[in-house]
């Protein structure tokens, strides 16, 4: 019997991760260069688990006509320099610090094609198509755009960023790098979907439920109490 | 599954901020020299339950990992600094910057404050403050008994007292590295951040600076149109998130009814 509450217990808990991941996409919905997690039941030899995995679908561009936001048009990560190490976002929601550093909105150093940070210190700062940081109309730099040879072995770890877990080698310059200036790419989670799997989820661990609960009082229940009768 | 419900209010709490933003912006659609704000997200900390590459057996390993995310949360509210449209007033005490920079004003505080509403007004004493009462800075006072009054592109303040021209000032606008660093403190004033860095005055049209027009003000950049959109998406979103809580929450409820 302890089996049949095992594998419900499994049921529920695999669809209560997976509404976890549908609602933490729906909290992103408005979130810059944020990518959709999907996840997914995974049977295994003796029980099921739940795996995640980031859909790299390009989110819709927006122009937003500011001077410092730039999209990626097509595949690749800003590469960004944290005091962890590098890191890599899609946000391209981007301002200059004190110093005149192009950085993200929390302040972390945005990497050019050379692998260094990018002063742009003077008053008509821009980054226009292709990734060109212009300052009074002259090029100083250009973004770096870097893709991976897997999606699997690239991390989450909040603010729009992600770690890259695997080989050193598996991180490559994009070839052909395209960017939009003056326009930002949104989320690419998609409120259809993420409800529809809302729903599911919902309605799967409501089914597990009530077997759950069938198996208690009807089998369980009745056993102890009509074996357990003595008369 | 406590996750959940955090998750989703963290979602429906940015979009509140998100609404507030755009209340802010369409409440001032018609404050002279207002610049949109915009707010930012970022997703929140991720919940590593099972990194991919684990191992699943002692020669296999997961291809995926599982990660759970912990919403969102709200980063800066960015200014969008795009040119306002002109707005012809024919009153010769408008001003309009035409590019970047901004108008220096003394503050009550001894403060200097940014602002790129050019509304101006002679005080009793012939010096021009802005709406607030606030004097320019640098000061220009106008002659007493002053016929015509003219700002040119470059700043030059002239008058005429009797068919007699003078100039009485020049007009300095200020520019800085980074403009969206700058802090809001109401009444169209701007002050210096360490973020915005210092302060580069100027002659206008020098240091980057855009040349002004007389007789002219520059209208709030807000677009009512795009508001709009950004409130429906803004609330939509909001709807999305407040389903996800009641999913979690009747799923809560199931799981108190397992046993009775």
Known sequence: ???????????????????????????????????????????????LTVGSNIDMASGEIGYTGNDLDVAIDGPGFFAVQTPGGVRYTRNGSLSLNESGDLVTKDGMKVLSTSG??????????AIQDGGIVTVDGNEVATLKLVSFRNNTDLQREGANRFVWTGAADGVQDVELPMMKGRALEHSNVNP???????????????????????????????????????? | MLRALYTAASGMQAQQINIDTIANNIANVNTTGFKQGRAEFQDLLYQTIRPAGAASSTSTTYPVGLQLGLGTRQVATDRIFTQGDFRQTENPFDLTIAGKGFFQVKLPSGETGYTRDGSLHPSADGILVTSSGDPLEPQVTLPANWDTFTIGKDGTVSASVAGVNQ???????????????LEAVGGNLLKVTTASGDAVTGAPGENGTGQIFQGMLENSNVSVVEEMVNMIIAQRAYEVNSRAVKAADDMLSQINNLTR
């Open chain 1, 1 to 47: 019997m302890s089996d049949a509450f095992t594998a419900g217990y499994i049921g529920m808990d695999s669809r209560m991760k997976l509404i976890e991941i549908v609602t933490n996409n729906l909290a992103n919905l408005q979130t810059t260069g944020f990518k959709t997690d999907f996840g997914r039941l995974l049977e295994s030899e003796k029980s």
């Open chain 1, 116 to 125: 260094s940070p990018i002063n742009a210190r003077g008053l008509n700062v």
């Open chain 1, 192 to 231: 259809t979907m993420e409800m529809v799997r809302l729903m599911t989820a919902y309605r799967d661990f409501e089914s597990v439920q009530k077997s759950v609960r069938t198996i208690d009082s009807e089998m369980n229940g009745r056993l102890i109490q009509e074996l357990g009768r003595l008369t």
């Open chain 2, 167 to 181: 100039t009485v000032g020049n007009l300095q606008l200020a520019n800085f590295a980074n403009p969206a660093g």
